[in-house]
Each structure stands twice: as C-alpha cells, then as structure tokens.
C-alpha cells in the first residue's frame, strides 16, 4: 500500500511524492518501456527491471522506493534528496 506526500526544495514549488515498493511500482506502470530514436524511426524496447533514475541502482520487488512525477528513486537516494525537504503538516 503506497503512501503519498509532498515535498519543498528551498525556493521551489511543492512536489508530490510517493512511497511504495517495486512490485507496487511495476503494477502501477505494467507497460513500461525505452524508446531509442534514430533518425525517424523509433524503437519500443519493453523493460521488466526497476531502475533509480538517480544513482542507477536496481530496485528489487520488495524494496521501498519513492515515485515523483517524473522520476523513481530508490531508498537510498530518496533518504539523501527527498526525505531532508517532506512537507511537515
């Protein structure tokens, strides 16, 4: 069961944040997938891993991590550049 949140970096607008593991994760978002440009053509790659769009590490299906509206972070990374900026309420 996810938890969702939001964040302040200083001077910045508030973010949304959301907590969940990596099994969370993938059935939230089944049809996840790479696209690589080239030219005019582009080519949909299917992905079944969960990676931290921050230091590349591997999220594992038990493993919590963190969703914004663009990026994944693992625990580790979402310790270091979220959890300091949560909105105290």
Same mark, same amino acid.
């Given at each position: 069961?996810?938890?969702?949140?939001?964040?302040?970096?200083?001077?910045?607008?508030?973010?949304? %944040? *959301? !907590?969940?593991?990596?099994?969370?994760? =993938?059935h939230?978002?089944?049809?996840?997938?790479?696209?690589?440009?080239?030219?005019?053509?582009?080519?949909?790659?299917p992905?079944?891993?969960?990676?931290?769009?921050?230091?590349?590490?591997? %999220? *594992? !299906?038990?493993?919590?991590?963190?969703? =914004?509206?663009?990026?994944?972070?693992?625990?580790?990374?979402?310790l270091?550049?979220?959890?300091?900026?949560?909105?105290?309420?």
């Amino acid at each position: 069961m996810s938890y969702k949140t939001t964040f302040t970096y200083p001077g910045d607008p508030t973010s949304k %944040v *959301e !907590l969940m593991f990596g099994a969370e994760f =993938t059935h939230a978002n089944p049809d996840r997938e790479i696209v690589i440009y080239g030219g005019d053509i582009a080519q949909h790659i299917p992905v079944d891993e969960i990676i931290c769009d921050t230091c590349n590490a591997g %999220v *594992e !299906l038990y493993d919590p991590c963190a969703v =914004t509206e663009s990026r994944l972070y693992c625990w580790a990374c979402f310790l270091e550049w979220i959890k300091p900026y949560l909105t105290r309420s």
